[in-house]
């Protein structure tokens, strides 16, 4: 199947109000652009040296979305044109994505990285961690980042009840940060998670935003 049906396939699957993260990791600016001419244009990337590269060649009103591991001494060379960073797992993070964006008076959507699987190679916050997090209180004065919301990875497993309930784990915890903290936030409204394999489990608990590579694009290029 090629890019087009595969995008246009799933989009039809899933309902309007979740945005579609196409992830292009491993995949070439030629690749992304088959996407980008059926009218797509949110595109997730993992790593800073191959988006920063990538971005260089294609269209301007591509919003990129970081969706990978972070780390603070890349910040800034993401910070000048990315649309939103899903994976906030530091308030030390936070603090730098504040100062570089600051220094170029943007501010950046952010989103707070949960560790929700069972799998301890995934980054993230605990709920705790995260509730800890939120009552310092640090992160509020912080006026050039702008917490969208929550981002999770479920475990890599075929047991749907087990992903199924992750997912539920991390819709429930951002109504509850939500109450407490984002009360009358508009701008708090993302819950991104679903992938390739597991997306329709994460629509059906909750999710605004899916981050999908493979089902888009199939197996990555390098
Ligand atoms: C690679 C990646 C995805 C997409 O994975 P697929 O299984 O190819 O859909 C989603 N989220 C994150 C954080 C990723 O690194």
């Not at 990791?25 to 800073?48: P, Q, W």
């Not at 199924?164 to 508009?186: A, G, P, W």
């Amino acid at each position: 199947m090629t890019i087009a049906t595969q995008l246009n396939e799933l989009k039809a699957n899933i309902p309007d109000s979740v945005k579609l993260i196409a992830v292009s990791k491993y995949h070439s600016a030629d690749t992304i652009m088959e996407a980008y001419n059926e009218g797509h244009r949110l595109f997730g990337e993992s790593r800073v040296q191959e988006l920063v590269e990538k971005k260089e060649l294609l269209p301007d009103d591509i919003e990129w979305h970081f969706i990978g591991h972070l780390q603070r001494n890349k910040v800034r060379d993401i910070v000048p044109f990315v649309s939103m960073i899903h994976g906030v797992d530091s308030l030390r993070l936070l603090r730098e994505i504040n100062k570089r964006a600051k220094q170029i008076n943007k501010t950046i959507p952010c989103l707070i990285q949960l560790h929700i699987a069972d799998e301890s190679s995934k980054f993230g916050f605990s709920f705790d961690e995260c509730r800890e997090l939120l009552a310092s209180n640090e992160w509020s004065k912080f006026q050039h980042v702008k917490i969208c919301g929550v981002m999770g990875m479920a475990t890599f497993t075929d047991n749907e009840k087990q992903v199924k309930s992750e997912f539920k784990s991390l819709y429930r915890f951002f109504h509850e940060i939500k109450e407490q903290y984002f009360t009358n936030d508009r701008f708090f409204c993302e819950v991104s998670m679903g992938m390739s394999q597991d997306y329709t489990l994460a629509i059906e608990e909750g999710s605004t935003m899916i981050r999908i590579g493979t089902a888009v694009f199939g197996e990555r290029e390098y």
